[in-house]
């Protein structure tokens, strides 16, 4: 049982301490085969500019021969509305390898949406079942309107959602559902609940310093204590497709 890439790290573009050249070189001396540079979209309170993931395809292109590693440059976008919305325009999705998709507590959004969206998320330990349905819709309207690979850390930071109707449209989109190095909130149940739609799931360590880049403990912890089946997992012995 092998982990091939970790799909999922920040550098100092935003809030990260490392650099990419950085990241690459520890995901490489881990035996890595992949690792994906995926920045806080335009919204968060550590973002990227307008510009930055050009400099940064730029700094992967110089890069790229001096290291075995394959390296790809992603982005996570955060879910800015009831409808779905993300905080970067389509056109700039289609240019990247792959696309991460979060909620974000302190991410710029319109006021109804804050209002409406983000705040009971920020206020109610114990979500209402509206508010899950909200959160759930939330999610569905945007993986059906845009182009996403990973949906990141599910039932992190408040936003609750209805795990397995997510991932059964995950299934048909063959969108991956992250088990997050560090934020994971997953109970047995959602987890059972996934497996059987046949979801793939995702190890990502979302990083941000080079020690983290490939450290993932706590989702291997979850995989064992809740046997979730290793095909499942599309990053284990196996690379995964970003179509
Ligand atoms: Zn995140
Ligand atoms: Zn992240």
Request: hydrophobic letters at 35%; one cysteine or more.
């Amino acid at each position: 049982m092998k982990l091939t890439g970790d799909f999922h790290t920040h550098t100092t573009y935003t809030h990260g301490t490392s650099t990419i050249e950085e990241n690459v070189k520890q995901a490489e001396n881990l035996g890595l085969k992949n690792i994906a540079i995926t920045e806080h979209s335009y919204n968060s309170c550590y973002h990227i500019n307008h510009g930055d993931l050009d400099k940064m395809r730029k700094d992967i292109d110089a890069i790229k021969d001096k290291y075995k590693i394959k390296i790809l440059l992603g982005i996570e976008a955060n879910l800015i509305s009831r409808n779905g919305d993300l905080d970067i325009d389509d056109s700039e999705l289609d240019k990247l390898d792959l696309v991460i998709v979060g909620f974000h507590k302190f991410t710029k959004v319109k006021f109804k949406e804050w209002l409406f969206f983000v705040l009971p998320n920020l206020i109610r330990k114990r979500p209402s079942k509206k508010q899950i349905e909200r959160n759930t819709k939330a999610y569905l309207n945007c993986i059906k309107k845009h182009r996403v690979n990973i949906l990141a850390h599910l039932q992190y930071g408040g936003c609750y959602v209805d795990c397995e109707k997510i991932a059964k449209e995950c299934v048909k989109r063959n969108i991956y559902i992250e088990l997050n190095g560090k934020r994971i909130n997953f109970s047995k149940i959602e987890i059972d609940k996934m497996v059987k739609t046949g979801v793939k799931f995702i190890i990502n360590s979302d990083a941000h310093d080079i020690y983290s880049v490939g450290k993932n403990h706590r989702a291997f912890n979850l995989i064992e204590k809740y046997k979730i089946p290793l095909e499942q997992i599309a990053n284990l012995d196996k690379i995964p497709d970003f179509k």
